[in-house]
């Protein structure tokens, strides 16, 4: 079993009555996303993705991604949110969170830029690049938002002095719209590989696109493998019965807990690695669900590094919380903990057994004490780190995601509130159509 739930740790707070009264809903939400009748329903091409991706660009990803390889020392993905989140993920989840450190693989650094507006962020990337050949794959639909267009115009610079416009053109990788936007015609018109971000796939769910597969496959990660666990999972999560389906009876269980008023729920790991899947999932799961004054506030930590800050509050604090913890069974790492004769640290008692048990153990314990202090723990047991489980846990969550933001009573696939900030900043930095609205800010600004 690649994926499967653990319910041993929720307490007293989720029973069977409370999953019966609540199934019908959650089958309900898993029909409406399967008859493509609710809303949003035009941003559901990642459903069938798995199965039905365009196999001809596929190809086409992996003879860029080796051309990159052979071709470049450092590797720059510009984009913003869903744009490299899944990648950056992909890669420290299969590879590992220090990848650029590691010096004898071979293949290139991958760095990732215009996701802040930070002078410093980027001053300090373009000092790595300097004396290494570079490529860049900017990633944005339109090519004008703001944070990935800054990046994209110093870094196409960059390209232009360093091998002139015939030379940069060859390593600038478009990733945007298949015909249409800012991005898409520019990238014609100076003969830039492109890539597609498909119109029915919204950013937080295209990590399965060419968005996060050029720059996964640049790291040396096997796509083919990643994919087939998509799949597998696209069939295991199809069946309506949540007694046998483990998505819908996570879907089931956060509901539960939501209106038993646990408005947080907590990713747990218990590897570093996991960390950037973190961040992907809190983007899917807020964005989706965060609207209309409803929603499960995504946080996330990284165990036992965050037992030493934020344990505490876990512990002890306002309960309103509930975990959902990922166990990842092998890691494929033997380490086992030397003898110490002197016992200086008094841990002699550790000592020949394998740190992998030992970071188990403390996940058993942490368990214990957190579910025992009223913070019910939903745990998710994933195989390894491989590429096949990645693909398979990035499926779980996306429908998951969906199907729960029906249940919720909310489209999971827009995102109104988004817009907000953006209009007062272009109205700040006195973007031409903003006048009225810089009007008005600059006299709040100035009460």
Same mark, same amino acid.
């Given at each position: 079993?690649?994926?499967?739930?653990?319910?041993?740790?929720?307490?007293?707070?989720?029973?069977?009555?409370?999953?019966?009264?609540?199934?019908?809903?959650?089958?309900?939400?898993?029909?409406?996303?399967?008859?493509?009748?609710?809303?949003?329903?035009?941003?559901?091409?990642?459903?069938?993705?798995?199965?039905?991706?365009?196999?001809?660009?596929?190809?086409?990803?992996?003879?860029?991604?080796?051309?990159?390889?052979?071709?470049?020392?450092?590797?720059?993905?510009?984009?913003?949110?869903?744009?490299?989140?899944?990648?950056?993920?992909?890669?420290?989840?299969?590879?590992?969170?220090?990848?650029?450190?590691?010096?004898?693989?071979?293949?290139?650094?991958?760095?990732?830029?215009?996701?802040?507006?930070?002078?410093?962020?980027?001053?300090?990337?373009?000092?790595?690049?300097?004396? &290494?050949?570079?490529?860049?794959?900017?990633?944005?639909?339109?090519?004008?938002?703001?944070?990935?267009?800054?990046?994209?115009?110093?870094?196409?610079?960059?390209?232009?002095?360093?091998?002139?416009?015939?030379?940069?053109?060859?390593?600038?990788?478009?990733?945007?719209?298949?015909?249409?936007?800012?991005?898409?015609?520019?990238?014609?018109?100076?003969?830039?590989?492109?890539?597609?971000?498909?119109?029915?796939?919204?950013?937080?769910?295209?990590?399965?696109?060419?968005?996060?597969?050029?720059?996964?496959?640049?790291?040396?990660?096997?796509?083919?493998?990643?994919?087939?666990?998509?799949?597998?999972?696209?069939?295991?999560?199809?069946?309506?019965?949540?007694?046998?389906?483990?998505?819908?009876?996570?879907?089931?269980?956060?509901?539960?807990?939501?209106?038993?008023?646990?408005?947080?729920?907590?990713?747990?790991?218990?590897?570093?690695?996991?960390?950037?899947?973190?961040?992907?999932?809190?983007?899917?799961?807020?964005?989706?669900?965060?609207?209309?004054?409803?929603?499960?506030?995504?946080?996330?930590?990284?165990?036992?590094?965050?037992?030493?800050?934020?344990?505490?509050?876990?512990?002890?604090?306002?309960?309103?919380?509930?975990?959902?913890?990922?166990?990842? &069974?092998?890691?494929?790492?033997?380490?086992?903990?030397?003898?110490?004769?002197?016992?200086?640290?008094?841990?002699?008692?550790?000592?020949? &057994?394998?740190?992998?048990?030992?970071?188990?153990?403390?996940?058993?314990?942490?368990?214990?004490?957190?579910?025992?202090?009223?913070?019910?723990?939903?745990?998710?047991?994933?195989?390894?780190?491989?590429?096949?489980?990645?693909?398979?846990?990035?499926?779980?969550?996306?429908?998951?995601?969906?199907?729960?933001?029906?249940?919720?009573?909310?489209?999971?696939?827009?995102?109104?509130?988004?817009?907000?900030?953006?209009?007062?900043?272009?109205?700040?930095?006195?973007?031409?159509?903003?006048?009225?609205?810089?009007?008005?800010?600059?006299?709040?600004?100035?009460?």
């Amino acid at each position: 079993m690649t994926l499967s739930l653990n319910t041993k740790f929720l307490g007293n707070l989720v029973n069977d009555e409370d999953l019966k009264n609540i199934s019908n809903e959650v089958y309900e939400a898993q029909k409406l996303l399967g008859s493509r009748s609710g809303a949003g329903n035009d941003f559901l091409g990642w459903v069938d993705l798995p199965e039905y991706y365009d196999k001809e660009e596929f190809e086409r990803i992996k003879k860029a991604a080796k051309k990159i390889q052979d071709t470049c020392d450092v590797f720059i993905v510009i984009g913003i949110g869903g744009s490299y989140l899944g990648a950056r993920a992909a890669i420290e989840f299969v590879k590992s969170p220090v990848y650029n450190n590691i010096s004898n693989k071979k293949t290139p650094d991958v760095y990732f830029a215009g996701n802040s507006i930070s002078a410093s962020a980027l001053s300090d990337l373009l000092k790595i690049c300097e004396g &290494k050949d570079i490529c860049i794959n900017v990633v944005s639909k339109s090519g004008t938002t703001t944070e990935p267009a800054i990046a994209f115009r110093v870094f196409r610079n960059l390209l232009e002095e360093k091998y002139g416009k015939d030379g940069a053109k060859e390593r600038i990788f478009s990733t945007t719209d298949k015909a249409k936007g800012t991005l898409k015609k520019f990238s014609d018109e100076n003969g830039y590989e492109t890539f597609v971000v498909p119109d029915d796939v919204g950013g937080r769910f295209s990590v399965l696109t060419a968005v996060g597969l050029l720059p996964i496959a640049v790291a040396g990660i096997d796509i083919d493998a990643m994919m087939k666990g998509a799949q597998d999972a696209r069939k295991a999560y199809a069946d309506c019965d949540i007694d046998t389906n483990d998505c819908l009876k996570y879907v089931a269980i956060r509901n539960v807990l939501y209106r038993k008023n646990k408005s947080v729920e907590i990713l747990a790991a218990y590897e570093p690695a996991v960390q950037m899947l973190c961040e992907w999932w809190k983007q899917l799961f807020g964005e989706s669900e965060g609207k209309d004054g409803k929603g499960i506030f995504p946080s996330s930590v990284i165990f036992s590094t965050d037992l030493h800050s934020l344990g505490q509050f876990i512990q002890d604090g306002s309960r309103i919380m509930f975990e959902t913890v990922l166990d990842i &069974k092998n890691s494929n790492v033997e380490l086992l903990i030397p003898n110490d004769p002197a016992n200086v640290d008094k841990l002699n008692f550790l000592a020949g &057994k394998d740190l992998d048990y030992v970071n188990h153990t403390a996940m058993l314990g942490t368990l214990f004490a957190h579910s025992d202090g009223n913070v019910p723990n939903i745990v998710l047991e994933l195989k390894d780190r491989s590429e096949y489980s990645f693909g398979y846990l990035v499926y779980f969550f996306e429908l998951a995601c969906a199907i729960s933001g029906y249940t919720l009573g909310v489209n999971p696939f827009n995102q109104p509130g988004v817009e907000s900030y953006k209009k007062n900043m272009f109205a700040l930095l006195g973007k031409e159509g903003y006048e009225e609205l810089a009007g008005e800010l600059s006299a709040r600004i100035n009460k």
